[in-house]
Nanobody, 123 residues
Framework: QLQLVESGGGLVQAGGSLRLSCAASGRTFSSNYMGWFRQSPGKEREFVAAIRWSGSSTSYAETVKGRFTISRDTAKNTVYLQMNSLKPEDTAVYYC????????????????WGQGTQVTVSS
């Protein structure tokens, strides 16, 4: 079925930028949301951002609002996360996920996940 592959992670200095990509192998429908989550050692997976495939409506966690931007390219079945003004607190494994139906910021609401990409921000 649907498969998600993240890329673009790496090591960056505080204040720098990274652009993450999440490529889906299948089609994404207008009723679906794609989201970004992150998880660091000893912590639960937390919501970062989500975007509706049709109309490009977006939602962000308060911790990243104004610094991160989520976008998508429907022709490429790809969602992006542009991360600016990165902080050491942003260090985590970042995952993309797909949800069918209404918006949700809960990881339990997303049924398909990628393998994750590591983002490390040095102080």
């Amino acid at each position: 079925q649907l498969q998600l592959v993240e890329s673009g992670g790496g090591l960056v200095q505080a204040g720098g930028s990274l652009r993450l990509s999440c490529a889906a192998s299948g089609r994404t429908f207008s009723s679906n949301y794609m989201g970004w989550f992150r998880q660091s050692p000893g912590k639960e997976r937390e919501f970062v951002a989500a975007i509706r495939w049709s109309g490009s409506s977006t939602s962000y966690a308060e911790t990243v609002k104004g610094r991160f931007t989520i976008s998508r390219d429907t022709a490429k079945n790809t969602v992006y996360l542009q991360m600016n003004s990165l902080k050491p607190e942003d260090t985590a494994v970042y995952y993309c996920a797909v949800r069918r139906g209404s918006y949700s910021s809960s990881p339990d609401g997303y049924g398909t996940w990628g393998q994750g990409t590591q983002v490390t921000v040095s102080s």
